[in-house]
């Protein structure tokens, strides 16, 4: 089993800039995919950053091309994620999760087996 704890989150003014960190712990070795996603009030979750940890290769939702950046400390058994350029549209519940099957998961968050309890970013 795996646990995955976020951090970072907190409230910002629009332009600002905010990094979120999840910790992950338990049986990682297995595990393929690490995604950042994130739900705002009346909205259907949704991706935002994937690391595929095999090789290290990164997806962006569109909505955050260029303002965010994924990345992994295997050291730390960490995956962050910056975020700068922070928009109010960025206002939302961020959720880390993450999927052993090495197919096709990317932002289909229904093909990933852990899911943190969340980390409230509000944008103003």
């Known amino acids: 089993h795996v646990q995955l704890v976020e951090s970072g989150g907190g409230s910002v003014q629009a332009g600002g800039s905010l990094r979120l960190s999840c910790a992950a712990s338990g049986y990682t070795a297995n595990i393929n995919y690490v995604g950042w996603f994130r739900q705002a009030p009346g909205k259907k979750r949704e991706g935002v950053a994937v690391?595929?940890?095999?090789?290290?290769?990164?997806a962006y939702a569109d909505s955050v091309k260029g303002r965010f950046t994924i990345s992994r400390d295997n050291t730390k058994n960490t995956v962050n994620l910056q975020m700068n350029s922070l928009k109010t549209e960025d206002t939302a519940m961020y959720y880390c999760?993450?999927?052993?099957?090495?197919?096709?998961?990317?932002?289909?968050?229904?093909?990933?087996?852990?899911w943190g309890q969340g980390t409230q970013v509000t944008v103003s």
């Open positions: 690391i595929y940890t095999g090789g290290g290769s990164a």
């Open positions: 999760a993450a999927a052993r099957s090495s197919g096709y998961c990317w932002f289909v968050d229904n093909a990933y087996d852990y």
